[in-house]
């Protein structure tokens, strides 16, 4: 399914306030609701929308601190890479995992309380990941822009 400009509307809209109500979503992307809900059904069954979510604030929930770990394993077998995979996802702290290209095979953010407890994670489970051959971890000092919202 192509999107149109209304369906982008959508999307926009629900990407900046997901609780909005269908009478209000309707209203802002002048739909009437009726058509707006079929819209936004449509755009869930078609997987441009995968979910909704609640964005917690990290310093309330006692993890402001965001690091990033490079990690470099020492091969690149699909089974060294498929080990690696299933132990890092079990892993609360970290929120991302990407398999890269370049001087890392893959980048992790990894929330904590603050150093102390980033060395506890990187102790009880980043040390104990299989297949590390190298892992350098870079603190993010402040965040200048943050957003969970895709192009439309």
Do not use: W
């Amino acid at each position: 399914m192509a999107l149109d400009a209304i369906d982008r509307r959508i999307l926009k809209a629900l990407q900046v306030a997901g609780r909005m109500s269908n009478a209000d979503l309707s209203e802002k992307v002048n739909l009437s609701p009726s058509a707006c809900h079929r819209r936004v059904q449509r755009l869930e069954v078609d997987k441009y929308i995968n979910g909704y979510v609640a964005l917690l604030n990290a310093r309330k929930m006692m993890v402001s601190t965001t690091v990033f770990v490079e990690i470099t394993l020492q091969g690149q077998a699909d089974e060294v890479l498929e080990a690696f995979e299933k132990a890092v996802a079990r892993i609360p702290d970290v929120l991302e995992c990407h398999l890269m290209a370049g001087s890392a095979d893959y980048l992790l953010k990894v929330v904590a309380e603050n150093t102390e407890d980033f060395a506890r994670i990187h102790r009880q489970h980043l040390a104990r990941l299989p297949g590390v051959s190298q892992m350098q971890s870079s603190f993010a000092l402040r965040t200048v822009f943050k957003t969970t919202a895709l192009p439309v």
